[in-house]
Structure formats: structure tokens, C-alpha cells
């Protein structure tokens, strides 16, 4: 029961990232495209914290860490660009 | 010196303590390469973040408040957060956006920094640009253009905790 | 089964549906602005809830959780804040319909940019 419940809500955060995507490949400016980046990583931490306790393996919750660490650097030097150039 | 010393050891212990959570094992090995590295990082920002607030958390009431401003914060994020899905998912779209001005009370930096992340937290307000007194706020239902009114809406609930949290 | 679990899975759940929500105003709000209200923040009520649903699904890692939780709820205002500003900067317009800009009104005696921090 528990498990399933689980599933269902992975898999409806799956379809966030489906739609965040939509919004990276469509989006009109490249400011849009760096806010639906943003967005896709703040489900993808989610979903993979949760692969971490469906598989019972501990090493998907650093790999959650250094994806948030490494989006959000990415995030403001991407918004710094935007700023100032390069 | 004395006190910056002070505000690098205790950025170093806090920086351990985040180590020993990540790496999970108490091999001696792991202790001694995380103090280490604590150090360097604590060294090199100069303890940065725990530079002002020593004074600031020893007085019991600023304990009280800040716990009292995480409660209140975490319940203004659930309640817009209710508002912001509402109009996500009604079909019409009902928006009314704009950038409008307020002014804080707020002297000291790191209580402009808390409130200006508190109003980009709640959704339907968002901070665009701060510039001395005056924040820039995108707000996603304008009710008011008048700076005076604005400031009360969307600033003034988190300010009467933040003005004794840090002054 | 254990109660935590059914606890846990239905806490994710809600969370869940904050996130799918947040993807979705990211689709259909109309302008940069209107699109981070709905997306960059309905998602860390989603990241908030859905991390704590799964810390109390499987407890034993709920520390490591709740320090991937902290670090989310730090970084996102901060990052959100650095794009709209930037946005701003380089000229993203605000959708039809909007009722003020105030920043830009204040930005044109000026003469363009004034200095950055």
C-alpha cells in the first residue's frame, strides 16, 4: 500500500519534469529557459532522494546534494551572465 | 582579532558537525581529514556567516522570536502557496501583476537579507532588487501602489520579528 | 506494515503535487516574472514536504535529508532572487496586462543601470 503510494507520487513529480522540460525547450527568452532549469532541478532533488529510499542505497542522497550544490552555482553564474556578460 | 578568531572556531565546529552528518561514520580517519578541511574553509571565508550574530542569540527573547518567525514563516509559505496553486490551476488565470515599492525599517544587513529571502519564499511576492531601504517586489496580485500600504501588506508581519531577532 | 510508512508515502504525496503544480504554472503563466512565482517557489513547499515524507518513510537517514531539506530552502530564494534581478537587468519585459514597474519607473531619471553591489 505504502509503496504504491510512494510510486504514484514519483510519478507525478515525473510529470513536473516532463512539463519543465516543455518550458526549457520552448521558452521564449533564455532568462525563461534558466527559470525552467531552475525548476527541473528542484523536482529532479526530490525524485532522486526518493530513488535513494525505493532501491535502499544511500549513495543517491550525495548525488541529490552535489546536484542541488552544482545546479544552484550553475543558476546565479547563468543569472550573472545574463547580468553582465561573461 | 580576538573576535574574529572566536567566529572562525565556531564556524569551524558548525562546519565539522555538517561533515560528520554527510559522511555518517565516526572512523577517526574521516574526524580528523573534516576538521581539517573545516578549518581551511572556515579560515578562508573568516567565518563568515557567524560573524555578527554572537551577541545577537545569547539574549533568550531573540531565541524566542526566531523560533516564533520559523513557525510564522513556514505557515505564510503554506498559506500563499494555497493561494499561488488556486490560481495555477483556475482555467482563467486570474493574475494581476506588477513591481511595486516598499520601504523597511530594517537596519542591519543580515536582517534585510532574511526578510528579502522571506518575501522571495512566500510565492505571490518576490524580491527584484533591493537598493538601500527600498525593495523592488514582483507582486503576482497587486492590491496597492501606494509604498506605504505595500510595505504593510507584504513586509510588516515579518518585520516586527526580525526587528528584535537582529535589530 | 508500519504507520510511518503509509505516513511518509502520503506526506510525499502532497509534496508531490506542489511540485507537479509548480511545473505546471511554469507552463502557463504568461510572463519570467509570473512563471518564478508559480515555479520556483511552489516547488520548495513541494522539495519541504516531499523531503520530509521520505525522512519519515526510511528514518534512519532522516538527518542527511533534512541537511539536502536546509540546503534547498537556503539556496532557492537566493537563486530565484539572482534571476529576477538579472531578468530585470537585461530587459525582460513584464507581461500585457501589468499594472506597474515600479523599479523601472525609478531606474529611467537615472539614465539606465545604477551600481550593483
Known sequence: ?????????????????????????????????????????????????????????????????????????????????FEKGV | MDRRWRSISIATLFYWALWLVLVQSFDPQEMIAGAVVAFFVAFLSKGEPFTTPINCLLAPKRILYSIIYVFYLFFAI????????????????????????????????????????????????????????????????????????ATEKIAAGFEKYLEVICG | MAAHHLAGALLTLLGALFLFLGALGIVRMPDLYNRMQAGTKATTLGNILTLAGLALYHPSWALKIGVIA????????????????????????????SVSDALAEDLSPEGGEAVES
Not at chain 1, 503510494?5 to 519543465?20: D, M
Not at chain 1, 525547450?25 to 525563461?32: E, F, Q, V, Y
Not at chain 2, 517586489?137 to 496597492?144: L, N, Q
Request: glycine share 8%; net charge positive.
Open chain 2, 78 to 149: 503554506v498559506r500563499s502557496n494555497l493561494d499561488v496553486a488556486r490560481r495555477v490551476v483556475s482555467p482563467s488565470l486570474p493574475i494581476n501583476p506588477g513591481i511595486v515599492k516598499i520601504k523597511t525599517r530594517l537596519k542591519s544587513p543580515l536582517g534585510k537579507m532574511i526578510l528579502a529571502n522571506s518575501i522571495t519564499l512566500t510565492p505571490g511576492t518576490l524580491t527584484v532588487d533591493v537598493r538601500g531601504d527600498d525593495f523592488y517586489i514582483h507582486w503576482i496580485d497587486v492590491e496597492t501602489k501606494d509604498v506605504q500600504a
Open chain 1, 1 to 81: 500500500m505504502a509503496d504504491v503510494i510512494l510510486e504514484l507520487a514519483l510519478v507525478l513529480a515525473g510529470i513536473g519534469v516532463l512539463l519543465a522540460s516543455y518550458r526549457l525547450l520552448k521558452g521564449p527568452c533564455p532568462p525563461s529557459r534558466a527559470v525552467a532549469l531552475d525548476v527541473l532541478t528542484l523536482i529532479t532533488i526530490p525524485l532522486l532522494v526518493g530513488a535513494a529510499v525505493m532501491t535502499g542505497r544511500a549513495i543517491y542522497l550525495d548525488v541529490a546534494l552535489v546536484y542541488g550544490l552544482l545546479s544552484f552555482l550553475g543558476v546565479v553564474s547563468l543569472a550573472r551572465y
Open chain 3, 70 to 97: 536546509l540546503f534547498v530552502l537556503v539556496t532557492n530564494p537566493l537563486s530565484s532572487h539572482a534571476l529576477a534581478r538579472a531578468a530585470h537587468g537585461a530587459g525582460v519585459p513584464l507581461t500585457e496586462g
